[in-house]
């Protein structure tokens, strides 16, 4: 499967931005999803996930502002980000992932880049 992230770009504090993640293929809807964002210097974290029958789990840096969500109809997941901090700042990359036979099988798009900046 091939992940595409798309949406990021320059957005003042407090600001909204969507982000989305096409894939390609079928079966999306058998994939865990989840974004991911790594800042200057740091090491990549999860932002949020959500399961194949669509329970989300969130960072707690992000709860309250950030909502996952995902469209199996269209093959895509979005990531809306409400009342963004300078500390957003991130290149934020989308991850598709299954289990097969006891063995997980990960996918990651390319990167979009967010910038928090007035």
């Known amino acids: 499967v091939q992940l595409q992230a798309c949406g990021g770009g320059l957005v003042q504090p407090g600001g909204s931005l969507r982000l989305s993640c096409a894939t390609s293929g079928s079966s999306f809807n058998i994939y865990t999803m989840g974004w991911y964002r790594q800042a200057p210097g740091k090491q990549r974290e999860l932002v949020a996930l959500?399961?194949?029958?669509?329970?989300?789990n969130y960072a707690d840096s992000v709860k309250g502002r950030f909502t996952i969500s995902r469209d199996n109809a269209k093959n895509t997941m979005y990531l809306q980000m409400n009342t963004v901090k300078p500390e957003d700042t991130a290149v934020y990359y989308c991850?598709?992932?299954?289990?097969?036979?006891?063995?997980?099988?990960?996918?990651w798009g390319q990167g979009t880049e967010v910038t928090v900046s007035s």
């Open positions: 959500i399961t194949t029958g669509g329970s989300t």
């Open positions: 991850r598709a992932s299954y289990y097969r036979s006891g063995r997980e099988y990960v996918y």
